[in-house]
């Protein structure tokens, strides 16, 4: 099923900024400085890959427009966040809690669908972050932490 809505502005890039504060990365014994890149990967959204990704995301999301709706009001998109994680070598996401009051306070919603909202913001994420990793990120270059010998 196709989502045909306007994509919305990228998300501004503002979480943690220690990225052993996300749940799926693992510290590097020594840290060198804020290596998480949020600003390189801010250009990049903007530069496209924010479209790129909704749109491919979008063509597979099984989000209804009045969810799509529910989550671009309460500010869930914008709340998206990415960065560099230098241990893996890739771009990690963050998805922001869809609350358990988003269903008492949009019509058509109910409690069981927060569960979905959660999976397509998590799709969404995955997919912004692939797209950066396959399509943006030159793994030939040294901007982000590649050399090569």
Same mark, same amino acid.
């Given at each position: 099923?196709?989502?045909?809505?306007?994509?919305?502005?990228?998300?501004?890039?503002?979480?943690?900024?220690?990225?052993?504060? +996300?749940? $799926?990365?693992?510290?590097?014994?020594?840290?060198?400085?804020?290596?998480?890149?949020?600003?390189?990967?801010?250009?990049?959204?903007?530069? !496209?890959?924010?479209?790129?990704?909704?749109?491919?995301?979008?063509?597979?999301?099984?989000?209804?427009?009045?969810?799509?709706?529910?989550?671009? /009001?309460?500010?869930?998109?914008?709340?998206?966040?990415?960065?560099?994680?230098?241990? $893996? /070598?890739?771009? !990690? +996401?963050?998805?922001?809690?869809?609350?358990?009051?988003?269903?008492?306070? #949009?019509?058509?919603?109910?409690?069981?669908?927060?569960?979905?909202?959660?999976?397509?913001?998590?799709?969404?994420?995955?997919?912004?972050?692939?797209?950066?990793?396959?399509? +943006?990120? #030159?793994?030939? !270059?040294?901007?982000?932490? +590649?050399?090569?010998?």
């Amino acid at each position: 099923m196709t989502l045909d809505v306007e994509v919305p502005d990228p998300p501004r890039l503002r979480g943690p900024q220690d990225p052993g504060d +996300y749940d $799926a990365v693992d510290e590097p014994e020594e840290w060198t400085g804020d290596d998480v890149r949020r600003e390189e990967l801010a250009d990049f959204l903007d530069a !496209g890959a924010w479209e790129d990704a909704f749109d491919e995301w979008s063509a597979n999301a099984s989000l209804t427009e009045d969810e799509f709706r529910a989550l671009l /009001e309460r500010g869930l998109f914008a709340e998206l966040d990415f960065y560099w994680n230098q241990s $893996a /070598e890739d771009v !990690g +996401y963050r998805t922001p809690p869809v609350p358990d009051e988003l269903a008492s306070t #949009h019509d058509g919603l109910d409690q069981s669908d927060i569960d979905d909202l959660e999976e397509a913001l998590d799709s969404l994420g995955r997919t912004v972050s692939e797209v950066l990793e396959n399509d +943006y990120i #030159h793994r030939d !270059g040294e901007e982000f932490g +590649y050399t090569w010998d």
